[in-house]
């Protein structure tokens, strides 16, 4: 049985430098970039249970879901149009990670940032405004674009500018804002929902403008990052910045290896291209399998559709609701312990833990509903128990992927980039994590409709396989510096045949010299 990934807990480089003030509110202010992904994911499946939404802009599902109350539970949502709707979002925000990436190298985190709330204020003032389909998907579509935005430069923005000790924890600021958004945006469902005159959901859809203003001022104002001022040739005002970020003057040891980094990545010129490298296997490989793991959990499905879900368990309205705002608080507590515990217990820990968590619940919750609807989908009668024991699991499980495979999608893929590659592989990872979303997204009410239960077993069965690619292939990145991040490759049991010693003369692409690497344990 081979060493599987794990490492020392350090490497050769300690960098001085402490948790400032300064750093701390920057990570804190650029995280918020998280709300509007956040705030979109909760809002859309809250709106499509509101009656007057149904009635105004999708008439045949609320005639159908009203036509026979003993109909197939499974199918009543099942619409090509209610599904683009939501799913719109993701394609657009697939299509803004592409261009995303040259912005983001060229012109640095903060303008990509700036962008994505710009364009996300857009869309969300016409989607609350809206009074035709279109209008929704062109408004949906300007929010995708304005995610993809941020989603590629808020990630890269945090693992840049924090102490490595504290990456873990400043980076899943991130996943934090996103489930502050969809508990956020829960609530104002809840209660949006029951204004008379049936506009609430105009309110909910142009909310969003919130959290648009939120980063399109907090991009205004935030510092770039040093390894983007590098990059583009402001080596002192990088070197003044880098004092003011880690709160000491010594700093010539990172700056040094930061130019390093930054003269390599010079040397590149085609950083797509170059991805394909053999020495970027291991770094394109994790691109490319953790956001379409993270998509294939289920989660989506769940926070998509907690609202869809919980009425067609059989909760009324409200109900549903108010169940979906319980998951929303279940998830930013979680997502709390996963800041508290991700640079003391390590990635591996926590990825393999919540998978295990994860994998239970769906179990759980595919025997209670197979039970309750069988394959035709009537239930009669919802004993209150039984409801509770749904969401009990359900519950559950949304804390297994909140500490887990959630705030850890996004921070591994974007402490792990070289920075030649950083941001044409952050596009990767976005992209791969947006056409996942999207293909989840359309096809999952069909699925339902003819998977039933089994849906849940279906997202089990990926949970096991990405709990399997965790053990074997991810090594741990706990308190490693992200500029010597080779060095996890070079001493894992599998990725060292990609990364050589010889593709890295400095002893690590982005080190000056010296510097032990870690070991295999």
Known sequence: MPAVGGIGPGSGKEYPGNLTPFVTITCIVAAMGGLIFGYDIGISGGVTTMTPFLQKFFRKVWEKKEADKSTNQYCQYDNETLTMFTSSLYLAALLASLVASTVTRKFGRKLSMLFGGLLFFA??????????????????MLLGFGVGFANQSVPLYLSEMAPYRYRGALNIGFQLSITVGILIANVLNYF???????????????????PALIITVGSLILPDTPNSMIERGQTEEAKAKLKRIRGVDDVDEELRDLIAASEASKLVEHPWSNLLHRKYRPHLTMAIFIPFFQQLTGINVIMFYAPVLFNTIGFGADASLMSAVITGVVNVAATLVSIYGVDKWGRRFLFLEGGVQMLICQAVVAACIGAKFGINGNPGELPKWYAIVVVLFICIYVAGFAWSWGPLGWLVPSE?????????????????????????AQVFLTMLCHLKFGLFLFFAFFVVLMSIFIYYFLPETKGIPIEEMNQVWKSHWYWSRFVQDLDYPNGGMEMSKGGQGPKNV
């Open 192 to 210: 949006f929902a029951k204004i008379k005159g049936g506009w609430g959901w105009r309110l909910s859809l142009g909310g969003a403008m919130v």
């Open 416 to 440: 792990i980039f070289p920075l030649e590659i950083r941001s044409a592989a952050q596009s990767i990872n976005v992209s791969v994590n947006m056409i996942f979303t999207f293909a989840v």
């Open 123 to 140: 869309g969300a003032l016409i989607n609350g405004f809206a009074k035709a389909v279109w209008m929704l998907i062109v408004g949906r």
